[in-house]
């Protein structure tokens, strides 16, 4: 399976028209977010740990596994 991205002129009918037609020939259209995008979300959203140092991170996570 290949991905493609397009940027088109939201301006331009032909282009709007074709990619109309892709859909029902079998094209999927993703929308959402990029993998940054996901991740600058759950940054936010309190889903990272943040550790200070690598032995900071050992710590949590045997804390996490005791």
Request: hydrophobic share 35%; net charge negative; with cysteine.
């Amino acid at each position: 399976m290949a991905t493609i991205t397009q940027e088109y002129d939201g301006h331009n009918s032909a282009i709007k028209q074709l990619i109309g037609v892709m859909p029902p020939l079998g094209a999927k259209e993703r929308k959402g977010h990029d993998e940054t995008m996901h991740a600058i979300a759950d940054y936010r959203s309190g889903n990272v740990t943040v550790c200070d140092s690598f032995e900071d991170y050992l710590k949590k996570v045997s804390i996490l596994t005791d």
